[in-house]
């Protein structure tokens, strides 16, 4: 027992403790519903923003692609509807199983399963679908969709795959599209604000963007804006319903000035020849044909090829891939004498009527080495007009012998040589102009007068592409008034005025026009053959370029045994004169003949462009 | 108001106040865990079975004297200790932890019924012992709350452990543990804490304190639960989204959504308003336990009801300062609401007890 003292004194220790405890629990009790307080009431839209962020889930919807049209409204690339099988990898557990699961419903041949394994771990990695079996025929379709119970991770949907109407045709004007890095989704997705937030990609699986030609250049436009769909999502981020639906902004239709009846007739022409065609329309400066060769099926590479044909492309010795006409570096040869003689009378070396007597052959002066022309024997005492009508090279050799090499390469800058003329021509190379500079620096070797009278003929050092040549034609027919090139017409006209550099007088003009047009219609020109192809007046420049230096007809015929060593052929040709619409070039790989072999085509193209 | 109702020589114990409230939050209960179960009425039945049995356990157990309680408080805490021992032995174990004990209608936590007995016991070692307490006795005292602290903390069990740990702390600080040894203890406590960390925590718990004390760094890992329950709480707004319409409960957001975060499911759908009603009936049954502690009729009733009722307030406060973000997570649960029967029954089996406590009267107090 304890004393009543000491029970009192329990007592009252008891309940100060215990209220104590119960003070610091009061406390406390306050202090969380303070918490609460500020969690649901002080910072509610943040927390409420938080929670829908959780539970929904955007989704892009994929625009569908811009259509691209020629000049007359002729469909070139369209979108064709599909439906296609597509899987969605990281969902699948074991691949291996579940190919054979769907093989029994769907055929896969050997390059679908091919094309499965290469591309399902990457997809997984990146939660997007992949595409295993395209343009389902209705019975697959109806086949799978009674069996889609036992494939939770596959589904068909319509896809578009993009398709050119004339693979073999555009294949390098237009190029081809293709699926896209994930750094490259990623900075599109940025351009558009749109954030990739996980994105599944449920409706942009089959993302595609322009990889080479007019698809890469105006691949922006083509490709449209992202609309997107909004689902309630759990926290294993599986889709319960759609809440919103913004439609996607369909890419934009690309109207070029590609001509396609032109385009088809330099194709037959060229007949899988190696080279390439480009033609322009004078008026706007515009690109209407644009061909190398021999082509490929550029729709097999935008919409998937096996790797055996993949691996053949890129092997094929003739190399079907390399656009020629943009790239290909090709030496002007005797087509740049019209602007050697332009050259001549505006730096006052020569005029129309100064006459030389050609032997056949220039001798330098400083080593007494020959620089030889083409006709044994020399083409006699001829003037400026002659020497461009019959090719002489003796009179461009030492045309080019008195020229300041400095100021004859700032002169042929200006007809479009050493330097990118195109606007929207995909990767163009700019050939090459060149220097005393250029030389020291890549050859090691100081610039000789030789190399200047080379120049005076096209051959030596310089190159141009198919590209910078039709454009050198445009700019001859149009006396230098020619603004860069393009395939499409620019929004806003930007029609400054154009300021022409090179200080030559009409007439000056108007004698270059007749001497090329001399090339076919005088029976000596180098092109005569051409005259009775046409009902109308062209004006021409032929050029043969020399691979293999030779010194007799005897030795380039040992030579030309060896196909590769043969001579290229190339023309630059426009008409109808004296009021020319059409500008062509032409280069044939190995042609040997400029007038004879590559005239024919350049002729049946403008025919093509003008007659109709 | 006790009341005790005559049946000539038959008596019947029953405190209203704690009835009703504890009936009306465990009706409540029912009602979230429909909501947080995602509508699974198979769990709403099985806790509605638990609830009515329990319910009914608490009106039994309030019937004895205390004095019973006081005579036979050792062999409940060594039959609380066999059950810990056989859970040691045959426990089921769950994501690494052997807390469960399978007795084939029911899964007992053991653990859940020492943090009663333990308190009781101690009650009843230390009511009549003089005061201020001495050091021989509350070195026993010591020594038997750490071993069994020792023993739940080995299951591994931190949250409940720690309650353990309370359960017998209350009682020897409320029987008069003198305010020295108190302030030594803390001392020396804060002292060995880097001991501690390094040898009696496991890494998930280490990983826990650590994301508690930096909750942004991983928010997607191991913050992924308090981050999603502070969303959940915060999108209730002042009127909540709802009932069954919480889009973080719902959608498999917030984990444990059914036991030990169920209260981020109240807050989501019944917001600022729907908190501050659930926590009044909490906050009115802590007030009424210390109005009976105060009006008790001995020691042993005082440190008893006491004890048991600050068992319950620190489960209470420990479950909520959790969900809100403001202590590590630990598995406790909201008493009377979540899911899971030890927890839920040793609740009732407590409040019956302090019923008893309360109700029962002596002509002449000792």
Request: aromatic share 14%.
């Amino acid at each position: 027992m304890i004393d009543l003292n000491e029970r009192f004194i329990e007592k009252r220790s008891f309940f100060n403790r215990l209220l104590l405890i119960y003070f610091f629990f009061g406390a406390m009790f306050l202090f969380l519903l303070f918490k609460t307080y500020s969690l649901q009431v002080s910072s509610y839209s943040d927390y409420e923003l938080a929670a829908l962020k959780n539970k929904t889930k955007e989704v892009l919807v994929q625009p569908v692609r811009g259509v691209i049209y020629d000049r007359n409204g002729n469909i070139l690339v369209n979108n064709v509807p599909t439906y296609d099988l597509i899987i969605q990898p990281s969902k699948i557990k074991n691949l291996d199983d579940f190919i054979i699961n769907i093989s029994k419903i769907i055929e896969l041949s050997d390059s679908e399963i091919e094309n499965i394994n290469k591309n399902f771990k990457r997809r997984a990695t990146y939660n997007r679908e992949l595409t295993i079996k395209k343009d389902l025929s209705k019975e697959e379709i109806a086949k799978f969709e009674v069996r889609s119970y036992q494939f939770q991770n596959a589904f068909i949907d319509v896809r578009y795959s993009r398709e050119n109407k004339y693979p073999y045709l555009f294949s390098h004007a237009l190029g081809y599209v293709g699926g896209v890095s994930n750094d490259k989704v990623l900075s599109i997705l940025k351009n558009q604000d749109l954030k990739q937030s996980e994105t599944t990609f449920k409706y942009s699986s089959g993302f595609i963007a322009g990889k080479t030609g007019l698809e890469n250049i105006y691949d922006s436009a083509l490709r449209g804006s992202f609309g997107k769909k909004l689902f309630e999502v759990d926290a294993r981020g599986r889709l319960l319903k759609e809440l919103s639906f913004e439609k996607p902004i369909n890419g934009k239709s690309l109207f070029t000035h590609l001509d396609l009846n032109s385009q088809k007739k330099a194709f037959e022409q060229m007949n899988n020849r190696r080279g390439a065609v480009v033609a322009l329309e004078l008026k706007s400066g515009s690109i209407v044909t644009y061909l190398s060769t021999p082509s490929f099926n550029v729709n097999g590479l935008s919409n998937g090829m096996s790797s055996v044909d993949f691996e053949k492309l890129i092997n094929d010795v003739d190399k079907p891939f390399f656009d020629r006409a943009g790239q290909g570096r090709y030496s002007p040869a005797s087509t740049i004498k019209p602007a050697i003689a332009l050259f001549g009378i505006k730096e006052k070396i020569v005029d129309w009527n100064f006459t030389l007597k050609d032997p056949g052959f220039f001798v330098l002066p400083e080593d007494q080495r020959i620089y030889r022309g083409w006709k044994k024997g020399g083409h006699g005492t001829i003037d400026m007009k002659d020497a461009i009508i019959e090719s002489s090279n003796t009179f461009f050799f030492s045309l080019a012998y008195k020229a300041d090499i400095n100021n004859l390469i700032s002169h042929l800058s200006e007809f479009g040589f050493g330097r990118n003329v195109c606007k929207d021509c995909f990767n163009p190379d700019s050939g090459l102009l060149p220097t005393p500079e250029w030389k020291m620096n890549n050859l090691n070797f100081g610039w000789f007068k030789g190399d200047t009278v080379n120049l005076g003929v096209g051959q030596g050092y310089m190159s141009a592409t198919p590209v910078q040549l039709a454009y050198y034609s445009a700019f001859l027919a149009k006396k230098g008034n020619l603004q860069e090139l393009s395939f499409v017409e620019s929004d806003s006209i930007s029609n400054t005025a154009f300021i022409n550099k090179l200080s030559i007088d009409n007439s000056d003009w108007d004698q270059i026009h007749s001497s090329m047009i001399g090339v076919i219609e005088d029976p000596r020109g180098t092109a005569k053959r051409l005259k009775p192809l046409k009902s109308y007046v062209v004006a021409a420049k032929s050029g043969t370029v020399e691979l293999v230096s030779t010194e007799t007809k005897e030795d380039y015929k040992l030579v030309r045994q060896n196909i590769g060593n043969r001579d290229h052929a190339i023309i630059v040709a426009f008409g109808p004169m004296p009021d020319p619409e059409y500008a062509v070039s032409v280069v044939i790989e190995n042609g040997e003949s400029g007038g004879s072999v590559a005239g024919p085509v350049a002729i049946a193209v403008l025919n093509e462009l003008i007659n109709k | 108001m006790k009341k005790k109702l005559d049946f000539k020589n038959f008596s019947i114990y029953f405190d209203q106040y704690l009835f009703i409230a504890i009936t009306l939050l465990s009706v409540m209960g029912l009602f979230f865990l429909y909501s947080a179960s995602q509508e699974d009425i198979s769990t709403v039945a099985k806790q509605a079975i638990f609830v009515c049995f329990g319910l009914l356990l608490m009106f039994l157990v309030s019937q004895p004297d205390p004095d019973f309680y006081n005579t036979f408080s050792g062999l409940f805490l060594i039959f609380s200790l066999v059950l810990i021992f056989l859970t040691m032995i045959f426990g089921k174990e769950i994501n690494g932890a052997k807390r469960w004990l399978d007795l084939g209608f029911f899964t007992l936590q053991s653990s859940e019924i020492i943090k009663i007995s333990l308190p009781i016991f101690l009650s009843s070692y230390l009511y009549n012992k003089p005061l201020p307490i001495s050091t021989r006795h509350t070195f026993i005292t010591l020594i038997l709350i750490g071993f069994i602290f020792a023993l739940v903390a080995r299951q591994p069990d931190l949250g409940t452990s720690l309650v353990v740990f309370m359960s017998g702390g209350y009682v020897l600080f409320l029987a008069g543990l003198s305010w020295r040894f108190i302030g030594s203890a803390i001392a020396l406590f804060l002292l060995s804490l880097p001991f501690l960390w390094n040898n009696f925590l496991e890494p998930f718990q280490q990983q826990r304190v650590l994301t508690y004390l930096n909750p942004d760094a991983d928010p997607y890992g191991t913050a992924w639960n308090i981050t999603q329950s502070k969303i959940a709480i915060g999108s209730g707004g002042i009127n909540g989204k709802g009932y069954q319409e919480g889009s973080q409960a719902h959608l498999d957001f917030l984990p444990e959504t059914e036991t030990d975060f169920i209260f981020a499911v109240i807050a989501e759908e019944f917001g600022f308003i729907g908190v501050c009603i659930l926590l009044s009936v909490f906050f009115f049954i802590l007030l009424r336990c210390l109005y009976l502690a105060f009006n008790a009729r001995d020691r042993f009733c005082r440190l008893t009801i006491g004890g048991l009722s600050l068992v319950f307030a620190s489960t209470l406060f420990i479950n909520l300062a959790m969900v809100v973000g403001v202590v590590p997570v630990v598995g406790m649960p909201l008493p009377f609401i979540s899911k899971g029967g030890s927890s839920l029954l040793s609740f009732y089996i407590a409040f019956g007890i302090i019923i008893s406590m309360a109700t029962h009267k002596k002509l002449m107090q000792r």
